[in-house]
């Protein structure tokens, strides 16, 4: 082969690759001017927003480069934070970032979690009626569950049951305002917090604000849901009647078992989130309940 026959073949192949890359980046341009900007507020999950936490980098990845705003902001469940005010205000810190986005020209905010951070926006979306979308991935934290005990948890769960309820005889002692130490329970590990009795209530409460089945039926029905859960997470078992079955009817939510388990079932699975919330913001005018 000749050496200027080997130089248009690689022009070739360079210019095939060129083309492919702004037909895509067309195509995201397109959608973006159709949708207008999306803006997405995507939440960690608890003890995480570490240095060595990249659960969210894929996700944060695919979104950006789909033309989406994203801000990872840390939460008053990350590992430095962890319970430093109660679980409404937490909740509310979700407003500010929402403006964030909007001030950088963000039309459509879409909110999205993992782990913790599934309950934290069915909370928000359940308050307050400015958002467009919700992506729960990995839904984790079960306040109701960790109460009465979940006989297929890899660990022993009963602790917290015992803390719950101390919790509550130091709220009636006129202590709740008085921080103390609480047991807490991530993914298979125990570690101890330190809140006050109100606080720690307000995250671990089986009847709190904090529970995904009390809060799952409050949300606007017009909003769209997807849950997005790994074959090699625990709480699959549980299927959609925990939480999915309990949203307003909504044809365009839709519930995934996926490939993956609780930290990286969001990370295998990027391209199936982004491309979820482009297909339930392509018609803004029509596209959810009202």
């Known amino acids: 082969m000749s050496c200027v026959t080997r130089f ?14 702004a037909q895509a980046q067309a195509q995201a ?9 999306i803006g997405v507020v995507l939440l960690h999950g608890k003890q ?3 240095p060595r936490d990249t659960t969210l980098t894929p ?13 990872t902001p840390e939460m008053a469940w990350s590992f430095k934070r962890l319970m430093d005010k109660p679980w409404s205000m937490a909740v509310d810190e979700i ?10 020209g963000a039309s459509r905010i879409v909110l999205a979690g993992q782990s913790l951070g599934s309950p ?11 958002i467009d979308a ?16 979940i006989p297929f948890a890899t660990i022993r769960i009963w602790t917290l049951k015992n803390e719950v309820d101390r919790a509550r005889d130091l709220v009636q ?23 006050t009795p109100h606080i720690f209530l307000s995250y671990m409460a089986p009847d709190s604000e904090a529970e995904m089945s009390l809060t799952a039926s409050k949300i606007p029905a017009r909003v769209p849901v997807l849950w997005l859960i790994g074959k090699k997470d625990l709480l699959i078992r549980e299927g959609s009647a925990y939480v999915f079955d309990k949203l307003p009817a909504n044809p365009r939510s839709k519930y995934l078992e996926v490939e993956g388990g609780h930290f990286d079932a969001g990370g295998i699975n990027a391209a199936l989130i982004v491309q979820w919330i482009q297909d339930v913001l392509a018609h803004p005018l029509r596209q959810n309940l009202q």
């Open 8 to 21: 248009f073949i690689l022009f070739s192949l360079i210019w095939c690759h060129g083309f492919a890359q």
């Open 29 to 37: 341009q397109a959608q973006a001017n159709e949708t207008g900007t």
């Open 48 to 50: 995480g927003h570490t």
């Open 59 to 71: 996700i944060a990845s695919a979104m950006s480069k789909a033309g989406m705003l994203v801000v």
């Open 95 to 104: 407003k500010s970032h929402i403006h964030a986005l909007r001030t950088q």
């Open 120 to 130: 934290a926006i069915l909370a928000y979306a359940s308050k307050y009626d400015d």
């Open 134 to 149: 919700l992506a729960l991935i990995s839904p984790g934290h079960t306040p109701k569950f960790f109460y009465e005990g």
């Open 173 to 195: 002692q006129g202590q709740g305002d008085r921080s103390e130490p609480f047991s807490d329970i991530n993914q298979g590990g125990t570690f101890r917090v330190w809140a």
